[in-house]
């Protein structure tokens, strides 16, 4: 999607539906038609699609949503290019004179539509009893077995909010004019358990990834390999997107929320403006954005304009744009949520409408009690402890592309998957791991394996005895039945040396059981492996801190930016 007219092209708009494999493929240059003097082209090697899937059915199609253009191969802004430089081909020797774009490489702008559709359900649907006055139908998907058929539950709850690059109603040089576009962003929301925190995980659109068979109506969409994330929803209904996040995270996702961009300007002038800080003015002529320096509200189309820009502030590089719509979104979500809203019955109506006319979600919560049962989830949670987060990515094989970071991300979704909020900062070490530790050769542990593999408790005492040093600890075989998590049970006596065995093995304070009665002198203490255990020498348990250099924002942060 080119949201400037000119010059910049975004990587999504490279990767072009091919017609007769039902895949994406990554294109760099626009395609043109060849001049009358030269010769039909070859194919650049490395432009094949990865992986062939059947022309896919077309799914059922939301409530009052029209299908999607088909683009022209290259997106608009490869047609735009082509027309203005007239191909560019020299008149003698039949080659070309355009010498290739530069290539840029900014930060993806990771949860933009995302950010509006949590805006939307957080508040919009609070106001049930302005919403159930409005005429607006919720669209709905049945996705089948992709989710939950309850809308919440006593545990932990995922929403995958995808926003398209539908732009309907203002204007084509503002994006797609079909009314649902592609995948261009999605946000992974984790609720915990007690709803003390929410953690949102950014998922960028060019990622590539390998997209799943997905069950569509009464047919079944073959998947394909190397396909951007954005392509997801390409002869597919949202319940792919839903299967392909569970597939990248092991995270179980509950329901999805659909939203397009047409949502920023109605949604920011419905909340009365969204408060931005700036530390210096911030402009952009292409897409009509224009704001001062200091404190001020955005809405309408100034709110629209700041979304789409791809300028950084004078003197920066393009985290300092990043920085600032994160910061615009997030007042976003913030201003959606506010107490004071409610007290506002025009606002309230506007916000409720808006949030009716933006959604597509599935099934079980496509009513409004259900929205409003998940709205007040939402809204349990404290405004410093909802985080967005970065998907963490690594440059992809291709300009243009990123891959998932697998082992940053896989500390990622476990500390999401346990619950753990990225924004508690730095906690006190807990009472039991603090004292006084024994030497590896006074630490007496028997090692029993819970975990249902196949020599588990020898390979720790291996390492244990060679890497460590605990000679004193031997190999107690299978447990009585499978462990969910590793326990180690010792008596008060034992203290001392349940600290040295857990700092080696790196144990976390849960996985400590102290007795009630002291031990024998020479008697060893119990190590049971459980379904936590991963490899000799691997922390056991989900991680304490989140990763290093992963990039979070809360909704709370209201710093001047820029």
Known sequence: MDTQGSGYVDPADQWVLDPVTGTYQLRLEPAQPPAADVPPQQPAPGHTAPGAAAPAPEPAAPQRREAPAAPPPGGRSAARRAARSGHGRRAA??????????????????????????????????????????????????VGDAGSTAVTGPGAANLLVLGTDSTAGLGREMGSAARTGSADAAVLLHLSADRSNATAISIPPNLVTDVPDCPVGNNVVKGASGQPFSAVLAGRDPGCAMRLVQQMTGLPVDHFLMVDYAAVKSLSTAVGGVELCLKQPLSDPRVHLDLK????????????????????????????????????????????????????????????????????????????????????????????????????????????TVVLDRTTAADLFAMVKADVSLSQGKKAPDPKLVGPKTTPHDTRVTVYNGTGTFGASQDVLAWLQNDEGVNRSANGGDAPQKAPRTILKYAPNQADQARSLAAMMHLPASALVEGTKDAPKLAYMSLTLGADYTSPGAPIGPPTAPPKGLRTLTADSTACVG
């Open 93 to 142: 020797g039949g080659t070309s004179s355009r010498r290739k774009p530069k290539q840029k490489r900014p930060r993806t702008l990771l949860w933009t539509a995302g950010a509006v559709g949590l805006a939307i359900v957080a508040g919009g649907m609070g106001g049930y009893l302005a919403f159930r006055h409005t005429s607006t139908v919720i669209h709905t998907v049945d």
């Open 293 to 400: 320096a200091g404190r001020q509200r955005v809405q309408g189309d100034q709110a629209l304009a700041l979304v789409r820009t791809l300028k950084a502030p004078p003197g920066h590089d393009d985290l300092a744009r990043v920085a600032v719509q994160e910061r615009f979104l997030s007042g976003l979500l913030r201003s959606a949520t506010s107490g004071g809203l409610f007290g506002d019955p025009k606002k309230l109506m506007g916000l409720a409408t808006t949030a009716a006319g933006a959604l597509t979600v599935d099934s079980p919560i496509g009513s409004v009690q259900a929205l409003d049962t998940l709205a007040g989830q939402i809204g349990k949670v404290p405004a410093k402890h909802f985080t967005f987060a970065e998907l963490p990515v690594k440059n992809g094989p291709r300009t243009g």
